[in-house]
């Protein structure tokens, strides 16, 4: 049996207390020092102290700036994202408040409120709708920073809209680039994009070089009364200029997916709680991706859908043996390895080494079964971080499988 820490409510929509099926082989636990994995979604996972048995972390969700990832790799503990798993929902939200905003929907859905208990409601209704003249999008200049998945599905959406979509993305996928339509106006520069952008909507994740990359600089340069919408993270945009662009009249209106006491404090703001990918579908989707990933890696030593490492796929092991090394990307790191089983006689079957920037996994299928002396030495080889013995499948046999380094 294997087990995993179910952090967060995974999965509202598909279940009664958020826990999604985990499937056979597999249980929760609430005890964190047995856990083989974790399922998380947004609970920051930043003061968690990993136990050794804990092999992957796999995160229910696309942002992935609540797992210390850097951490993670050097304790040799791989974790997942589900990319684009929740990307529609969130599209859907962005452009319908971009178009129910355009028309100050809000405001007259306001008035009508307030004159709920008139007997003229009707006849003061058709005096009233001329304070919420809006106007229209079509036409008009959007930026979308960030053409990922839901950057590159909410630039399509408003293309078909009639929209004069441009994006910025420097770091664009290949398989991102296909997705977005050729209507989308791609722009090297972000001041150059922002430049007469009556809306700039934020797709990008949070970390060190997105952090802030917002402010007055390029809210100065979209149109006055423009709309800036932010269903990335808080941390992407300075909060001070956004409040004085907003105070100015620069920004017409801030709609944010992301509550704090200093968005709580601006004028013309829409704040959601963080319900960008609040749709059963999506729920469902970001779940079993997530559970596919771990169960992958846990069962198979696969790697797919990382955030810290790359991928690595052999498919299942058809050998005698599957050994996994979670180690740093340095010199002869490989050699050691192998040399390490051939001056045992251990058959190399097949092997594949990815590096993912400081560090880097190494699969290794081999002919012949593992002895304690032999996994004692593998574990002994400076700079690495963890060796699991995948097959026989480890957590499962409480012997040579331990993952203890
Ligand atoms: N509000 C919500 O509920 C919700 C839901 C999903 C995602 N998100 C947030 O949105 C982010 C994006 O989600 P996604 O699924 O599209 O992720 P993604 O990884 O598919 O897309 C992110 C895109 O940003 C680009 N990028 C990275 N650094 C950049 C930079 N400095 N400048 C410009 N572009 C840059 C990447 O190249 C990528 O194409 C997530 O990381 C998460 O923080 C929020
Ligand atoms: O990064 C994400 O996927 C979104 O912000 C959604 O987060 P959630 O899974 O906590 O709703």
Redesign the pocket.
């Given at each position: 049996m294997r087990y995993v820490k179910i952090v967060d409510n995974i999965a509202n929509g598909i279940t009664r207390d958020g826990t999604p099926d985990l499937g056979d082989g597999y249980q929760g636990t609430n005890n964190l020092e047995q856990a083989d994995a974790i399922l998380v979604r947004a609970s920051s996972l930043h003061e968690m102290e990993f136990p050794a048995s804990l092999r992957c972390i796999a995160r229910s969700?696309?942002?992935f700036?609540n797992i210390p990832l850097e951490r993670c790799a050097k304790e040799g503990i791989v974790v997942f994202n589900a990319?684009?798993a929740?990307?529609n929902a969130?599209k859907e939200l962005v452009v319908g408040q971009i178009m129910l905003n355009s028309r100050n929907t809000r405001g007259g859905e306001q008035w009508v409120l307030d004159h709920a208990q008139d007997a003229d409601v009707a006849k003061g209704a058709e005096k009233a709708k001329k304070a919420f003249v809006g106007h229209e999008a079509i036409g008009r200049k959007v930026g979308v920073?960030?053409?990922?998945?839901?950057?590159s599905k909410v630039a399509n959406a408003l293309v078909a809209l009639g929209m004069e979509v441009h994006g910025?993305?420097?770091?664009?996928?290949v398989q991102?680039a296909y997705e977005l339509s050729h209507r989308v106006i791609r722009d090297a520069d972000l001041n150059e994009m922002c430049k007469g952008c009556d809306y700039l909507t934020l797709?990008?994740?949070?970390?060190e070089?997105?952090l802030q990359?917002i402010g007055a600089e390029q809210l100065n340069l979209l149109n006055p009364g423009a709309m800036l919408i932010n269903?990335?993270?808080d941390t992407i945009v300075n909060e001070a200029d956004v409040a004085a662009a907003l105070e100015s009249g620069q920004l017409g209106l801030y709609i944010t997916?992301f509550a704090n006491p200093e968005v709580m404090k601006m004028k013309n703001v829409i704040v959601t709680p963080?319900?960008?990918?609040c749709t059963r579908e999506a729920e469902e989707n970001c779940a079993h991706m997530a559970i596919a990933s771990m169960k992958d890696y846990l069962n198979h030593g696969i790697i797919r859908n990382s955030v810290n490492y790359s991928d690595c796929d052999m498919g299942p092991c058809t050998c005698t043996g599957r050994v996994a090394f979670l180690h740093a990307n340095v010199p002869s790191m490989i050699s050691q390895i192998t040399n390490e089983l051939a001056s045992r006689n251990v058959n190399i079957a097949r092997m594949m080494s990815v590096p993912a920037n400081e560090h880097a996994y190494t699969l290794v299928d081999i002919d012949n079964e593992l002895d304690q002396e032999t996994v004692d030495a593998l574990r002994a080889i400076p700079n690495i971080y963890r060796v699991r013995i995948v097959v026989p499948a480890d957590g499962l046999d409480g012997g040579l499988g331990t993952a203890t380094n």
């Open positions: 969700g696309a942002g700036n990319p684009g929740n990307s969130v920073v960030g053409t990922g998945a839901v950057g910025y993305d420097p770091y664009i996928s991102h797709h990008v994740p949070s970390k070089d997105t990359m269903y990335a993270r997916d963080h319900m960008g990918a």
